[in-house]
T-cell receptor, first 112, second 112 residues
Framework: ELKVEQNPLFLSMQEGKNYTIYCNYS?????LYWYRQDPGKSLESLFV?????AVKQEGRLMASLDTKARLSTLHITAAVHDLSATYFC????????????FGKGTKLTVNP | NAGVTQTPKFRVLKTGQSMTLLCAQD?????MYWYRQDPGMGLRLIHY???????AKGEVPDGYNVSRLKKQNFLLGLESAAPSQTSVYFC???????????FGAGTRLSVL
């Protein structure tokens, strides 16, 4: 049973370009999280999306949530090398414990 | 304010040996979680705790035990390590009323 699917799993892009990472999930969750992980490091919280239609932006990254389509997107605008990392989406299971179910991650490489 | 601290950072075990991983948080968080991360995979939940003295199983609990005797500490035990438990282990914590989980730096464990 596929719970969280991220596309693409690997993304190589040039600086200055735009791209979108997609996160499909197979449950009725209205809590969607995006994390960033640098090689050998821990996970850093980027965005928390708590309702249908939620949109959040931080710098060159913008995340959105469509709970009806069970889809979240992470849009990268004018990529820079510093954005190179692995990005994970995760949904929070209902029931109070807020267990996170993660996707496999998208490894982003931004080339000069 | 240290946040979430994991010890040790690295460990090599032989098959059949036991060990305990310690997670300590100084943020007075109620909820604590143990995840494992394997190459090409997202994080998978092993066990979690919703408060001092309570623990519950996650997605991949077999071969692990946990204890939460003090609110600030969450211990993950391997009674008889197996090569399949070679992984990077992450601990996380959060407040009851907040959604973001804060992650520790991880423990890299190799079982030979």
């Amino acid at each position: 049973e596929l719970k969280v699917e991220q596309n693409p799993l690997f993304l190589s892009m040039q600086e200055g370009k735009n791209y979108t990472i997609y996160c499909n999930y197979s449950t009725t969750s209205d809590r969607l999280y995006w994390y960033r992980q640098d090689p050998g490091k821990s996970l850093e919280s980027l965005f928390v999306l708590l309702s249908n239609g939620a949109v959040k932006q931080e710098g060159r990254l913008m995340a959105s949530l469509d709970t009806k389509a069970r889809l979240s997107t992470l849009h990268i605008t004018a990529a820079v090398h510093d954005l190179s990392a692995t990005y994970f989406c995760a949904y929070g299971e209902r029931g109070g414990s807020e267990k996170l179910v993660f996707g496999k991650g998208t490894k982003l490489t931004v080339n000069p | 304010n240290a946040g979430v601290t994991q010890t040790p950072k690295f460990r090599v075990l032989k098959t059949g040996q036991s060990m305990t991983l310690l997670c300590a948080q100084d943020m007075n968080h109620e909820y604590m979680y143990w995840y494992r991360q394997d190459p090409g995979m997202g994080l998978r939940l092993i066990h979690y705790s919703v408060g001092e003295g309570t623990t519950a199983k996650g997605e991949v609990p077999d071969g692990y035990n946990v204890s939460r005797l003090k609110k600030q500490n969450f211990l993950l035990g391997l009674e008889s390590a197996a090569p399949s438990q070679t992984s990077v282990y992450f601990c996380a914590s959060r407040w009851t009323s907040a959604n973001i989980q804060y992650f520790g730096a991880g423990t890299r464990l190799s079982v030979l």
